[in-house]
């Protein structure tokens, strides 16, 4: 194999372009989760009850399983045309450490699905009759629970992009893996929306899990890509 | 070098495909005699709780399926790195056979669990933290089960079964304390614990009885299923024509 030209870290910040200005191309990739994500969040108040004092109790819960769901939904693109097209093999040939280039692929799936949830949050809160003064924290959790959801995601995505079912297979590989996810994000949000001080708490733990996330995962999305890749 | 010899050899599925058959009665005999006494020493011989009255009973049942569930994932997932580092046919072939034990025996706990809340607690589920817990763990399960499905090549189902054991294994300390600090309502550990276990030998023996049956159990039925692996992944081997062509002349 020929030494490469470019540094790791080059070639990431390569993807991580050649990924945005592709999906800046095609408007509706970034804009269709968001659609879902409010959605799925109007389906509550329908199914439950107007009352605006369950729908405070329920907010936090609401935010955080739309935006699951809604990040479930985004996770199938993370690799797939690029299989199809045989951009992942190139990836894979380049000589560069697949690792780092998976991460970049990851960071830019988060900063077009994930970002724009952390946005559109704080709609859905006041919608469910949140406090304006925990807008904060609420996007704080979703931005460092999405960010771990797209890292774990992305093993799952590996995974199955070699197989013909794709799409529930994924949300049930990664469902049981990002429980934790959800309940430290809901929690936090739980609590900075009545209020209370000890939101830092589970705003930590989702941080610590960020960092472990992102210390592990993308050597096992590189793993499963090459098996899925054989 | 002299010291891997062995474990090459018993890793070459001829060989484990003999050896497995042979375990076979070394395992399940044990397992019958030990869980016959257990059960027979928790439903008769042991005294009825203070509190609980007959329905503790089902703890017999309960907590060894609770442990094997978890002893299961934990086979499961070294015997799936073994078999990604080594690249150990066998391996994966003792992680595939072994899913479908650990997941029975999560169900069963979830099963037996339930029963057991209806009188404890007055309700069939309650979310509490060991039970949401042993749910994700069958969950986890169902995943792994479905994405070896989802592959023809077997190769490829090892593999990428594989990663997602070891992603497993590191999250479940993880889901196990989150759901601890999310609700608690579960009993407090009783068997092992600082000061000894708060029950008296006579419920004790007959638990104990029990884990070691349902461990020797697992270890019966992982043979079993290890060499259906085995038959299936090897079914055009010259060895195993030859071995099934002796069998045949002999009978």
């Given at each position: ?230 | ?6 474990f090459h050899?018993l890793a070459s599925p001829p060989h484990f495909y003999r050896i497995a058959g042979?375990m076979i009665?070394?395992y ?40 094997l569930?978890?002893l299961c994932y934990t086979v499961m997932a070294t015997a799936a790195a073994v078999g990604l580092v080594w690249r150990i046919k066998l391996a994966h072939a003792l992680a595939a056979a072994t899913a479908p034990i650990g997941a ?37 399960y169902?995943?792994y089960q479905?994405?070896r ?5 077997i190769t490829?189902a090892d593999r990428?079964s594989a990663?997602?054991a070891v992603?497993?294994v ?45 461990t020797?159990?697992y270890a019966a039925l992982a043979c079993v299923r290890v060499q259906a692996e085995v038959l299936r992944r090897e ?17």
């Open positions: 194999m020929n030494a490469p030209m470019t540094s790791p870290w080059a070639a990431a910040g390569l993807v991580l372009r050649r990924d945005l200005a592709l999906a800046f191309r095609r408007w509706e990739q970034v804009t269709h989760p968001v659609v879902f994500f409010l959605m799925v969040a109007t389906l509550f108040p329908l199914a439950l009850s107007p009352k605006p004092s369950l729908l405070a109790d329920i907010g936090a819960g609401v935010v955080w399983v739309s935006a699951l769901l809604s990040s479930m939904l985004a996770l199938e693109s993370l690799f797939r045309a690029d299989v199809e097209d045989g951009t992942l093999e190139q990836l894979t040939l380049s000589g560069q450490p697949l690792a780092i280039l998976v991460l970049a692929k990851t960071v830019a799936h988060w900063l077009l699905s994930g970002v724009p949830l952390v946005l559109a949050s704080p709609v859905v809160a006041t919608a469910f009759g949140a406090a304006g003064t925990a807008y904060g924290v609420l996007m704080g959790s979703i931005a460092l629970g999405t960010a771990v959801l797209s890292l774990i995601g992305s093993v799952g995505a590996a995974l199955t992009v070699g197989s013909r079912r794709g799409s529930v297979l994924l949300s049930l590989l990664v469902l049981p893996l990002v429980m934790p996810v959800l309940i430290f994000g809901a929690r936090a949000t739980d609590l900075a929306l009545h209020g209370d001080p000890s939101a830092a708490g589970p705003l930590w733990l989702l941080g610590s899990m960020l960092i472990l996330a992102l210390t592990l995962t993308p050597f096992a999305t590189a793993a499963a890509l090459r098996i899925s890749l054989e | 070098m002299g010291t891997w010899t062995w050899k042979k009665p070394w399940a005999i044990p397992a019958v005699v030990l869980i016959v006494c257990g059960v027979y020493g928790g439903l008769v011989l042991a005294p009825a709780d203070y509190q609980q009255g007959d329905a503790f009973r089902i703890v017999y049942v309960h907590a060894p399926a609770a442990w569930s978890l029975s025996f999560a169900l069963l706990c979830l099963a037996t669990g339930s029963i057991w809340g209806r009188p404890m607690w007055g309700t069939w589920w309650t979310w509490d933290a060991r039970l949401t817990s042993q749910l994700i763990l069958l969950f986890l169902l995943g479905a994405l499905s989802a592959y023809d090549d490829k990428a990663v997602l992603v497993g590191v999250n479940v300390p993880i889901i196990h304390f989150s759901v601890t600090w999310w609700n608690s309502l579960h009993q407090g550990a009783t068997v092992i614990r600082a000061g000894g276990p708060a029950m008296p030998p006579s419920m004790l023996i007959p638990l104990i009885l029990c884990f070691f049956g349902f020797f159990l079914r055009n081997a010259h060895w195993l024509h030859d071995a099934m062509g002796a069998r045949g002349a002999k009978e």
